[in-house]
């Protein structure tokens, strides 16, 4: 059985920090690409940063691009996305994604890349 687990969620300030963590079982990461969506109400999820098993190399969104680092440690299979900076509009539940082994991972931004997702945690940024 296959578990992804997303940690570290809560409510921080504009201007404040938190760090999610994505936990894994079930399964190895080292040969998977990893990836942290978002979704805020009434509102469709969205990409926030992923990093490929091969070259290590993140994506950010925009929206996100040089406040959030995506990292992993293949040797623990745990995942973490750092968020400084924070704004009101980064409030959403924030989910942890997981690809097939060996899969394509050229467009890391598309759900349908990903095949195991966590049930998310809770990011609120009061302004």
């Known amino acids: 059985q296959v578990y992804v687990v997303e940690s570290g969620g809560g409510l921080v300030q504009a201007g404040g920090s938190l760090r999610l963590s994505c936990a894994t079982s079930?399964?190895?990461?080292?040969?998977?690409?990893m990836g942290w969506f978002r979704q805020a109400p009434g509102k469709d999820r969205e990409f926030v940063a992923g990093i490929s098993s091969s070259t290590d190399s993140p994506v950010y969104a925009d929206s996100v691009k040089g406040r959030f680092t995506v990292s992993r440690d293949n040797a623990e299979n745990t995942g973490s996305l750092q968020m400084n900076s924070l704004k009101p509009e980064d409030t959403a539940l924030y989910y942890c994604?997981?690809?097939?082994?060996?899969?394509?991972?050229?467009?890391?931004?598309?759900?349908?890349?990903?095949?195991?997702w966590g049930p998310g945690t809770q990011v609120t940024v009061s302004s």
């Open positions: 994604a997981v690809t097939k082994r060996y899969a394509d991972y050229s467009v890391p931004a598309a759900l349908r890349t990903y095949t195991y």
């Open positions: 079930g399964l190895t990461i080292n040969s998977r690409g």
